[in-house]
C-alpha cells in the first residue's frame, strides 16, 4: 500500500533526461550481480552518445561508489572514457553500512578490467575487501567524500556542482543508494541520542536493553545479531502482523531468538514515546512500557525524490505490480 518509488529508464539505462543515466539501487536493483551489469550497460550506451570524445568536457560524471559505480568506473576507463567518480561516504555504498559480519548473497559476475568474479555467498568485510583490491589492482580514481549538490542541464550536457568542485560532462551516471534520508517514526522523545537507525557493531550494545523497530531484512538480521552478544535483551516491533517482506533465513533466526527468550517479538506493535531509560508502545490495542537503552530504527530509507525531481527525473510509484 505504501508503494516504492522508481526512477523512469529505458532498456538503457537513460532517464527521460537525455544523458542522464541511473544503474543499481537507486533503479530498484539492489541484487549486487545486477547493479554490476546494470552499469556496464549503461556505460556502453554512454560511449555511444553524440559529442562523446569531441570536446574538452568529460564524457561522464559517475556519481556513487558502490558495486554499480565501481563497475560503471571500470568500464569508463575499459573504454577510454574521460570520466570522474565522486562518492560522498566511502568505498562500497550501501554494502559498508550493513552490520558486522552480515553474508551477501551474490552470484557469479563479468566486472569489466578484472574478469568473472565467482562470489557466491560471502561477509560484507570480504566484499569490502575485494572491492578495494579491485580498486588498487586497476588504480581507479575516486573522489571520497564529495558530494553532489547539484545537476544542472548545460546545453548539450550538463554541469556538475559538488562540495569540492565542479564539472561539464556530457553524461551522468547515477549510481547511488535508495538509503536517503532514514525514515522516521515520529514517535515522541525520536530526537533522543539513544535513536540511530542503523546497526553497524551489535557489540556495542552488549548489556544493554535495545529495542529494534522494523520487519525488513534489516531489522531481523539487527535484532538476531544483537541476541546474540552476551547480556543484551533485545525487543523487536513491527507494525503488521507477519514478517511478510524478509528473506526466510531472517525470519527463522529470529524464531529461533523468539523460542530460546532471546528475542521478544511485538507484532502489532507501534512506538508512541521514547524515554531516557524506556520505551511506551502500542502493542495490539494495549499499552506497553519497557525497560530500553537504545533504539534502532530500520524502517528503510526516503528515496531522495526532490533531488531527483530538481534534475527533471520522472520517477513512478510503485505497488508491486508486474
Not at 121 to 129: A, F, G, I, Q, Y
Not at 227 to 240: F, M, P
Not at 265 to 278: D, F, G, M, W
Request: charged share 25%; hydrophobic share 40%; with cysteine.
Amino acid at each position: 500500500s505504501r508503494g516504492v518509488d522508481i526512477p523512469v529508464v529505458n532498456q538503457n539505462f537513460e532517464t527521460n533526461v537525455p544523458g542522464l543515466f541511473i544503474a543499481g539501487e537507486l533503479g530498484g536493483m539492489g541484487l549486487i550481480r545486477n547493479a554490476v551489469e546494470q552499469a556496464r550497460q549503461a556505460v556502453d550506451s554512454i560511449k555511444k552518445l553524440d559529442g562523446i570524445g569531441r570536446s574538452k568536457d568529460l564524457d561522464v560524471v559517475i556519481v556513487g561508489a558502490g558495486p554499480a559505480g565501481i563497475s560503471a568506473t571500470l568500464a569508463a576507463k575499459a573504454l577510454k572514457l574521460r570520466s570522474v567518480t565522486v562518492e560522498q561516504d566511502s568505498l562500497g555504498g550501501t554494502v559498508s553500512h550493513y552490520p558486522r559480519g552480515k553474508v551477501v548473497m551474490t552470484a557469479p559476475v563479468m566486472l569489466p578490467l578484472v574478469g568473472k568474479v565467482k562470489f557466491t555467498e560471502t561477509t560484507k568485510e570480504s566484499l569490502l575487501v575485494f572491492w578495494n583490491k579491485v580498486v588498487s589492482q586497476t588504480a581507479l580514481k575516486i573522489n571520497f567524500g564529495e558530494r553532489v549538490e547539484r545537476i544542472d542541464r548545460d546545453g548539450s550536457g550538463f554541469t556538475v556542482k559538488t562540495t569540492r568542485s565542479s564539472y561539464r560532462s556530457r553524461a551522468v551516471l547515477l549510481a547511488i543508494g535508495r538509503r536517503g534520508t532514514p525514515r522516521k517514526l515520529g514517535a515522541l522523545g525520536e530526537e533522543l541520542s539513544k535513536v540511530v537507525y542503523r546497526l553497524v557493531d551489535p557489540e556495542q550494545f552488549r548489556g544493554e536493553h535495545v529495542l529494534v523497530v522494523g520487519g525488513g531484512d534489516s531489522a531481523l538480521e539487527a535484532a538476531a545479531s544483537l541476541a546474540e552478544e552476551r547480556g543484551t535483551t533485545v525487543t523487536l516491533s513491527y507494525r503488521n502482523e507477519a514478517f511478510g517482506r524478509a528473506k526466510p533465513k531472517n525470519r527463522q533466526r529470529v524464531d529461533a531468538g523468539a523460542a530460546s527468550g532471546r528475542i521478544k517479538v511485538l507484532l502489532k506493535s507501534e512506538v508512541k514515546r521514547i524515554t531516557e531509560q524506556a520505551v511506551e508502545l502500542e502493542h495490539d490495542g494495549r499499552p506497553v512500557k519497557i525497560r530500553n537503552d537504545a533504539v534502532i530504527v530500520c524502517a528503510g530509507g526516503i528515496l531522495p525524490t526532490d533531488f531527483l525531481k530538481s534534475i527533471g527525473i520522472a520517477v513512478e510509484t510503485k505497488y508491486g505490480t508486474a
